[in-house]
């Protein structure tokens, strides 16, 4: 059977027997619903990594993150013209599988504009963002000791963003966590936003609790 040539989008959910068969020349838009989907389609998802703009992944798993930027050879697979991209993750209240989150190398995203991964950032280091420092506009992001290490180094670190126009900061607290290691990083994330020459908004969040929000008239010169 050939693959439909005309078809554009794509929405997967509860699919426990996903195959992966032709592929689709035109997708450019992915949904995936992981809760009940078998893991083959991340595959799929990569084999359209040349195609697809839209990528929205929801219920996947943690440990499972790397299979959508790692092929069969472990090899990082570019999705070179997806600019927006949303991740559901599972796992964010677990310490246990957050400490397995890994590094992975290489530019899965280069053309990212758009990043939502307000569950639980998937990855140890700038996987998700390496390669989109001159693309990326908006930025929503579950924020940890870990995230904070390698996102927020040093108060000018989201300069390199060049068009950054809005942030979400989602402070994750888990178990161990103290409320002056929270306020630690709300201070950093602030900092950093207030050296963004193009920031226009922000918006710090903890979950299940309060939500502080700074706009472009409230942006302070430092």
């Known amino acids: 059977m050939h693959a439909p040539t005309s078809l554009t989008h794509i929405e997967v959910t509860s699919c426990p027997a996903f195959a992966v068969g032709a592929t689709i020349p035109c997708l450019r838009s992915l949904v995936l619903n992981m809760a009940g989907t078998h ?3 991340l595959a799929f998802a ?15 798993h943690v440990r499972d993150c790397p299979m959508l930027v790692l092929d069969e ?14 991740l559901d993750v599972l796992g964010a209240y677990d310490p246990e ?3 397995q989150r890994v590094c ?8 990212l504009q758009y990043l939502n991964c307000g569950s639980l950032y998937p990855f140890a280091n700038n996987t998700l963002l390496r390669g989109a420092h001159h693309t990326l506009r908006v930025l929503i ?8 290490a390698w996102l927020l180094p040093g108060a000018t670190c989201l300069r390199k963003y060049t068009r950054l126009a809005g942030m979400e900061a989602r402070i994750v607290s888990r178990a161990g966590v103290s409320d002056t290691q929270n306020i ?14 193009h920031m226009q908004w922000l918006r710090i969040k903890y979950p299940n609790s309060h939500v502080t929000e700074y706009s472009s008239k409230h942006k302070i010169k430092l």
């Open 39 to 41: 893991t083959s389609a």
């Open 46 to 60: 990569r084999q359209h990594a040349q195609t697809l703009v839209k990528l929205v992944v929801k219920h996947i």
């Open 73 to 86: 050879l472990n090899k990082c697979v570019e999705y070179a013209h997806v600019q927006e991209l949303r």
């Open 97 to 99: 599988l957050v400490a």
């Open 104 to 111: 992975v190398q290489g530019t899965p995203f280069p053309s």
């Open 141 to 148: 992001i579950s924020i940890d000791t870990t995230v904070v």
């Open 184 to 197: 630690a990083i709300h201070a950093r994330v602030l900092d950093a936003a207030f050296q963004s020459p």
